[in-house]
């Protein structure tokens, strides 16, 4: 696995509930990885201990078998292996132009310029931002921000890459782009771990689901697996995909009718990438 | 006749042209302007601040040294105060103008932190908002970033004393605002002295053209302030 | 609310040219405007007007807007300029008239004072706006990181440009949101809305303020805030020419009168 | 029709080119309307110049038939009657607590405080606020906020309701429980017009869609003549919800094999509210 939680408590100061509480969970390496659960279940609390950003009151936190200790030296290298790109780009892009915001994560590294050159020219092309370069951060279009800040943590090879709700407010094309972006991604071999509220994208692009209730893990598995639990889903209020919904009304057809062609038919649209 | 109704034609005119135009400028009365000021005064104010802009650079480096996280909330409480000057306020004239709000600065940051930023300040209002200059810049510093500050955090602390905060907070940011314009003011006469009346002739002149929208303004943001106080309080 | 500054200075048609000619030249010709006589100094306004409206085609309805606004400064000020009280009568008056023992006066000095004013403002102001409609400011910040402005400076101005935009989106939105439900409608609930405003974008910030310091860590912050700038820029034969020409004509013509 | 646009051409200070140009659309009274579009097609813009918040450059917008002349006093009479709530709650609340933040539009209007404390009780109750009214605002959850967002605007009671995205971010939960809002505000005969990306939940919730494209009408219609013309979509690079994408492959299946019971299961579980 790559980063796993033990037994993990957070509580945010000067309140009195934890916001995780007990959580004991792995992230599965190289994969797919989506989270999901009601707003306020942890997810972005989740996020902030895995960067190391939070310490959590009890259980430990481990990288690839090594428990953080939450020294300078080991959240600088955690930070490089573990990339964390925030909710809101606003407040996560700080220099004036994307090109240098871009460099800053390298700059931090001591980088020196002639390494930092070629790296920032690639990631820009990688993201479709090359004419973007010079452009001041406050002339983006959303869609632009959300890319720059993917950019940003990439530019520095991340092993595990966190994304805490990139698909709020795009459309269905930057939707889509965003989906390319993230294939590519996993084919170089990052792990992804995403948190969305969107149970048909996590059906249709996770490896590996992992939901939370309250601060602990709830189910986790393959989406198949974890959106056959139906009555647990429904009691977590969040429901199943409608993909998933009419998958299982096919099976219950099937059984019934035998391998009619109108159930395979419909079975295909429904899978559209699967042979 | 014919030659004074045309002479009260012009007059309105030139009147009605000179309200448009100069009404326009209250939002900056208090920064002078690009090229107002003679070299030599220019010079001298920027000699007269730079020691005080240097002396607060030197205790902000220290500070960011220890935490430099305190980076980001200087920029940030900077980017406020650029906001806050831009934010348009009702004035009794009828026209608008702004709040300079280095009154709330200087009591939550200190006076000589709030120079500095204050500087930085003023570079933005005249690279993004064309509000003063760049070779009046040492005099502009002088009155926004050095006497406003200065006075506000001394006022404040002063009344304080007698345990009414509310009015220590509303006396600070409008004498600090007051004097800024005092100061501007004095910076005019001592550049422009009537020729005859010298200096102080000048300096009444001056203070009392900008007083007519000056003192209304200095009350306004001293009411403002007490209200945005009262809101953090709640908070 | 809206700095169009800016917008046009990313726009400009010398942006290409590199900041530190544009830089150079713009103080060189402050500097002359500074000892220049009013004659030279017109001209001065006019050429720089030239590259600004027709060099760099920024809308000279614009340009003519920003200069306004210096001019108008002068206007309120020529009063107290102009306009003398004296006891008796003033050595100087041009034109003058008495109330009871008061001697109100049109100053030879003041007006020649007021003339010597505009002719200044309006050169150095041209020199200024040159800048600012040519260069954009992520530039000038790349020549003052050059010529080694200290690095806390170079870095809080990167960092509060970035973060005015931002607070200035929010107090737009605030503004905006709270128009549409009438806010500002009289002059009391102008000045309560105005307060909750600031007051909630006091909050903002102090929100902004945490979650930079999350993210800035979570990309590695070590204390600064260093970043780096590839930009390439392409020097112009012809307008380095006609910037070094002109300067040259000015400076002999400001020297040998 | 309630507010109608006619060939409306908006561009923002400082830039180039329109962001509405010639648009010429009508709101539909007492209708649930989708407003769809890629991300930058002016939707939000169309908001705000439905809400007299800004001003035409040309054409001309009608409320009931009479063009906005935007003096203050048809300015705040028009605010009263169409009620705007902004995507992001965090842009659009702006008092310390539940209760002020409700109150802020009455007190606009000059209401006493005896007429406002019955208002806000009532408006508290209906939107399930009442043991918050006191809390401070940034203590609420992000549903919370979206349900304050609301209340602000319903109490002041509007006849059109302008909303921007109120599902993003929302779990599935809270975007359930919005739903049903949504039904008791329509249901009271207030027309409202709802700008969102989910595809998906235009299908289920409207009555009639709205099409925009870079600033112009591109369709318009009930959502089932809209999401028929499947290629216009596509170039639109919008795409057609799932459940349309089965109805038609349905359609097709049902062409060749008639009315089999598979056939008839499945369109039962895309339509579960109709007979």
Redesign the interface.
Known sequence: MSLAFDQVEYTYPGTKNPVIQGLTVEIPIAKRTALIGQNGCGKTTLFLLANGLYKPQRGTIAWKGQTLSYDRRSLIELRQKVGLVFQNPEQQLIASTVAEDISYGLCNLGWTESEIEPAIAKSLAEFGLTELAHHPIHHLSLGQKKRVSLADVMVLKPELLLLDEPTAYLDPLHTRMLAQTLETIHANGTTILMATHDLEWVYRWADWVIVLDRGTLALEGTPQTVFAQKSILDHLKLGVPLTIDLISLLNHLEEQHGNHPIIHQIRERLHPNQP | MRTRKWMSLAAMAGLSL?LV??S???A??M??????L??QW?AFWWAISLPFFAFG?RS??RI?RQN??L??????????T???S??K??SVTGSCSHPTGTGLGAILFGPAVMT?LGG?VL??Q??????G???TLGANLFSMAIVGPFVAYGIYHLVLRTGNQKAAIFLASAFANLLTYVTTSIQ?ALA?P????GVW??FL??A???ALTQIPLAI?EG??TV??WN??Q?? | MHLWLDTLSHRNRLRQLPPQHKLLFATIVLLIALIATPIIQIAIAIWLGIWIVIYAQIPCRIYLRLLSLAIGFWLISIPALILGIADRSASDAVLGFSIGSTYFYLSQQGILQAVVILTRTLSTVSCLYFVLFTTPFTEILQVLKQIRCPEVLTELLMLMYRFIFILLSTARELWIAQHSRNGYRSVRRWFYSLSLLISQLFRKTMENYQQFVLSTAARGFNGEFRVYSPRTYRPSRRYAIEASLGCLILLLISLCR
Do not use: D, N, R
């Open positions: 000179y135009l100069g326009a400028t209250p900056q009365a920064h002078i302007a690009e090229g107002f003679p070299v220019a650079l902000l480096t960011t430099p996280e980076k980001l909330l200087l920029a940030l409480a900077g980017a406020f650029f906001v806050l831009a934010l306020l009702p500095v930085l570079l933005f005249a690279v993004l908002l064309a509000h200059g760049l070779t005019l422009f009537a020729a005859t009346g002739a000048a002149k001056f009392g053209i900008f306004s009411l403002l209200l945005v809101w953090l709640t908070y």
